[in-house]
């Protein structure tokens, strides 16, 4: 998936031109990478199964951000819920876990002129195993042809005993245009090898682990030098231990 990149370590993280390297092993943000050849297909429609409350009829209702809102339907015994919400202002977005399925935004939005309508987020509450391991692959592609996209990507873990959400991932790359290009692919990776475990929120239970970008390519010079597509790909591990602090605490930072 993403073996064709040219990869540099965390510390040393810089720009990749196509070839091969060596991984460095569950570093966050550990490779970046740009290589010529055909963007990537998204998928057009979700096939994950749904959890909660807020899902009915195929789609959900998004959780108001940053409010610890209780599951009012929660996880049966030896699962847990994680919120999914992904974004593409410009184009189309999905995630795919695997032995999960995919989390898609459906058509990208109508364009008239040059405005844009209100760019959707879609979420996703779903159920996920403890102790399970999961491959995750993201993509966002433009739908204009150099206009550029702005993924948005964030998983949540529901703890229960709060309740509680813990931010789990965030990807977003927003260069000086607000869509994705170098310099917002770069900014994001910088922020991105600062987290403890690999995940936002130490005191959640899921581990995030080979966290790492590609793109085909950028577009011509005219065009801001804007990506019209953007992938990440990462690892996710979701631990058997319950949850228990409230999200930030200083009990979850290694000492």
């Known amino acids: 998936m993403f073996g064709a990149i040219a990869l540099a370590t965390a510390s040393t993280l810089g720009c990749g031109t196509g070839g091969a390297?060596?991984?460095?092993?569950?570093?966050?943000?550990?490779?970046?990478?740009?290589?010529?050849?055909?963007?990537?297909?998204?998928?057009?429609?979700?096939?994950?199964?749904?959890a909660g409350a807020r899902c009915s009829g195929g789609s959900c209702r998004c959780r108001e951000p940053g409010r610890d809102d209780v599951e009012t339907q929660p996880?049966?015994?030896?699962?847990?819920?994680?919120?999914?919400?992904?974004?593409?202002?410009?184009g189309t977005a999905a995630l795919d876990l695997s032995d999960l399925g995919t989390v898609a935004t459906g058509p990208a939005p109508v364009i008239s002129g040059d405005v844009e309508a209100t760019v959707?987020?879609?979420?996703?509450y779903v159920d996920v195993p403890s102790g399970s391991s999961h491959q995750a692959r993201f993509v966002a592609l433009e739908s204009a042809k150099g206009q550029g996209v702005a993924p948005q990507l964030s998983i949540a873990e529901y703890g229960p005993q709060g309740p509680f959400w813990y931010?789990?991932?965030?990807?977003?790359?927003?260069g000086s245009s607000g869509r994705c290009d170098r310099d917002g692919a770069d900014a994001w990776s910088?922020?991105?090898?600062?987290?403890?475990r690999g995940r936002v929120d130490p005191c959640g239970s899921a581990v995030v682990t080979k966290l790492a970008w590609e793109s085909s390519g950028g577009q011509a010079e005219r065009d801001g030098g804007l990506f019209r597509d953007f992938?990440?790909?990462?690892?996710?591990?979701?631990?058997?231990?319950?949850?228990?602090?409230?999200p930030g605490s200083s009990e979850c930072v290694p000492k």
Do not use: H, N, W, Y
Request: hydrophobic residues 45%; contains cysteine; proline residues 6%.
């Open 21 to 50: 390297g060596a991984r460095a092993a569950d570093a966050p943000a550990q490779a970046v990478g740009v290589v010529a050849g055909p963007a990537p297909t998204v998928a057009a429609a979700s096939t994950v199964t749904l």
């Open 75 to 90: 996880p049966g015994p030896g699962s847990k819920r994680f919120e999914i919400r992904i974004a593409a202002a410009g």
């Open 120 to 124: 959707k987020t879609t979420c996703a």
């Open 167 to 174: 931010d789990i991932v965030a990807v977003s790359c927003s």
């Open 190 to 196: 910088k922020e991105a090898r600062g987290r403890q």
């Open 231 to 246: 992938s990440v790909g990462f690892t996710m591990e979701v631990k058997k231990f319950a949850t228990q602090f409230a």
